[in-house]
C-alpha cells in the first residue's frame, strides 16, 4: 500500500526545508514528508555553498531574484540571531580595476537603489580607512549588509524545527517515477495532495516525468575554493569583483567564514555530470554522455560565450590562477596560506533550450497539483525564506 501523505516534498536541501516548514506554518494540520535521497540533509549545494547573505543589489528590477533576496537577507539574519545561530555581519566591497567596470559599479548602484537595498558607493580612499588591503580604481561598493552564516548550521536548525511541528523526513529515498498522483522510490511508493520538486541538480529530470521543463535543462559548473587553514586578519569584509552582468557567475572572491578563514573562489568549471565533485565520485555514464553533448552544442553555438568561459574556468584547477586573480582585489596576503582545497560545490545552472543562454532568474513551473523548483541558484540559500512564501502563494493560486 502506498504512503499517504498531504504535501510530498523532494529535496532536502535549504529550498525543501524552507518550504515544507512554510507548509506547516500555514496548515499545521497537514501531513508533510520530504523524501531525501542522502543519508542526511543539506549534503549538496545547501551545505557546499559559501554561505553568504547576498544583499540583492546584483539583479535588475524586474527579477524575481530582485524581489525576493533582500527580504530573505532580512529574514535569515533574523532567524540567525534569534536560534542563536552563527553569523559574521562582516558586510562586501565590490572593486574596479579599471574605468569600465566604475561605471559597472554605478550601474549596480543604481539597482541597489532600484531594489531598495543599501550600498554606498565609495572613493578608492575611503575604502581603504574600511579595509586597509583593498584594491580598486577610484570607487568601489559598499554592502553593510551583507554577512556570512554557516550554512550546515541553518540547514540543521530547519530540519529540528520541522520534526518538532511534525514533519516526517525519509532519507535514502530516491525518487524513481510517478504516475497518477503516486511517486515511486527506493522507499516504496507515496501519495500526495500536493509535490513541490526541490530536487536541485536532478530537478529538471524528475520535471521531465511531469511533462514540464519542456524548454530547459540543467548543466552543472564546478565551484572550487582554496581556503586558509587557520583564521587571518588582513581582510575583515568580503571582497568581490565587478560581475560581467550577461551571466550569473560573481567570479573569484574573497569571503570571510564565521570560524575567521578565508576562503578564496568559487570557480565556475563546467562539470561532467551532476554530482562531478571530485575525480569520478558519483559517475554516471548516461549523464556524462548527455552533458558532454549538450556542452558540445554549447561551444559550438551559444549565445553568451560557452566557449570562452570553458577554457577560461578550466584553468582554474591551477591554483596560481586563482591566486592570480585574487591578488587584483586585495593586496598583503600570502600566498602560502592558501595551499588547500576546500569543499567543492556543484551549481545546478538551468539553460534556455531555445535562446541557448543560462537562466539568470530563479524559475518555477506548476501544474494542477505539483509545482517543480529549475532553477534556485544563488542566492537561492539568501532568499530560502522569502522563496518559501512565494512558493506557498504560488501553491494557493495568489495574484502575484
Known amino acids: 500500500m502506498p504512503v499517504n501523505t498531504d504535501f510530498l516534498v523532494i529535496g532536502g536541501g535549504i529550498i525543501g526545508i524552507s518550504i515544507a516548514n512554510e507548509i506547516l506554518n500555514r496548515y499545521p494540520n497537514s501531513k508533510v514528508t520530504i523524501i531525501e535521497k542522502e543519508n ?9 555553498n559559501s554561505g553568504v547573505l547576498h544583499a540583492g543589489f546584483y539583479y535588475s528590477e524586474d527579477s524575481l531574484k530582485a524581489k525576493l533576496t533582500s527580504t530573505g537577507n532580512t529574514l535569515m539574519t533574523n532567524y540567525c540571531i534569534e536560534n542563536n545561530l552563527p553569523i559574521r555581519k562582516c558586510g562586501k566591497f565590490v572593486v574596479a580595476q579599471n574605468c569600465e567596470e566604475e561605471k559597472i559599479i554605478s550601474m549596480l548602484a543604481q539597482r541597489a537603489k532600484n531594489n531598495n537595498v543599501k550600498v554606498e558607493k565609495i572613493s578608492e580612499n575611503d575604502a581603504r580607512k574600511l579595509e586597509p588591503n583593498i584594491k580598486t580604481s577610484n570607487i568601489a561598493l559598499y554592502s553593510p549588509n551583507t554577512a556570512v552564516v554557516d550554512p550546515k548550521s541553518v540547514v540543521q536548525s530547519m530540519l529540528q524545527r520541522f520534526k518538532e511541528k511534525k514533519g516526517k523526513v525519509l532519507f535514502n529515498t530516491k525518487y524513481l517515477s510517478t504516475e497518477n498522483n503516486h511517486v515511486v522510490t527506493t522507499n516504496g511508493t507515496f501519495s500526495y495532495g ?26 552543472p559548473f564546478k565551484g572550487l575554493y582554496i581556503k586558509s587553514d587557520k583564521p587571518l586578519d588582513f581582510l575583515k569584509s568580503n571582497i568581490y569583483p565587478v560581475p560581467n552582468l550577461r551571466n550569473p557567475f560573481l567570479g573569484i572572491h574573497f569571503t570571510k567564514t564565521i570560524s575567521g578563514e578565508i576562503k578564496i573562489g568559487p570557480t565556475a568549471i563546467p562539470a561532467f555530470w551532476r554530482e562531478n565533485y571530485s575525480g569520478l565520485d558519483n559517475f554516471k555514464l548516461r549523464e556524462f554522455f548527455d552533458i558532454s553533448s549538450k556542452q558540445l552544442s554549447l561551444l559550438i553555438n551559444s549565445k553568451f560565450d560557452f566557449k570562452r568561459i570553458a577554457f577560461s574556468e578550466l584553468s582554474n584547477y591551477y591554483k596560481p590562477n586563482i591566486l592570480r586573480k585574487a591578488e587584483k ?11 588547500n582545497w576546500y569543499v567543492s560545490g556543484i551549481r545546478a545552472q538551468l539553460v534556455s533550450k531555445k535562446n541557448k543562454n543560462l537562466v539568470m532568474d530563479f524559475i518555477i513551473e506548476k501544474r494542477e497539483n505539483s509545482l517543480h523548483i529549475l532553477n534556485a541558484v544563488s542566492p537561492a540559500f539568501t532568499s530560502s525564506l522569502s522563496f518559501a512564501n512565494y512558493v506557498l502563494d504560488i501553491m494557493e493560486d495568489k495574484d502575484l
Open 40 to 48: 542526511q540533509i543539506g549534503l549538496h549545494a545547501s551545505g557546499r
Open 329 to 339: 582585489l586585495c593586496k598583503n596576503f600570502k600566498k602560502d596560506d592558501f595551499q
Open 194 to 219: 500536493f509535490l513541490i520538486n526541490s530536487a536541485g541538480l536532478y530537478a529538471d529530470s524528475i520535471a521531465q516525468d511531469f511533462e514540464l521543463s519542456e524548454d530547459y535543462y540543467l548543466l
